[in-house]
């Protein structure tokens, strides 16, 4: 199983950018789905973005298609996630996860049937 850790977060105003990235141990990372969930104080985990093992497949809940954009190399066992023209209510704490690859259309990814979390970075966007 991976173990992923999450970087990039921080606080910005509304409009700017952010990348963050989730490296991740072992091996096996190639095998991997991988999404970027978020939540916001007082709400439930979101899906936000996910992507393929091959890359070639990308998913975006409506809120943030246009502006953000998902990424992985995995030669360097990293999944990116490049957010532009941020806005307040993308404020959250910002988690990477992986799930082995299954064939679940993206449209039913939910946080219960992940396979490994990384800890979180926190995105504050201020308006």
């Known amino acids: 199983q991976v173990q992923l850790v999450e970087s990039g977060g921080g606080l910005v105003q509304a409009g700017d950018s952010l990348r963050l990235a989730c490296v991740a141990s072992?091996?096996?990372?190639?095998?991997?789905?991988m999404g970027w969930f978020r939540q916001a104080p007082g709400k439930e985990r979101e899906f936000v973005a996910g992507?393929?093992?091959?890359?070639?497949?990308?998913y975006y809940r409506d809120s943030v298609k246009g502006r953000f954009t998902i990424s992985r190399d995995n030669a360097k066992n990293t999944v990116y996630l490049q957010m532009n023209s941020l806005k307040p209510e993308d404020t959250a704490v910002y988690y990477c996860a992986a799930k082995r690859q299954s064939g679940v259309a993206f449209g039913a990814w939910s946080k219960n049937i992940m396979d490994a979390w990384g800890q979180g970075t926190l995105v504050t966007v201020s308006s």
């Open positions: 992507i393929r093992w091959s890359g070639r497949s990308l």
């Open positions: 072992g091996r096996t990372f190639s095998t991997y789905d």
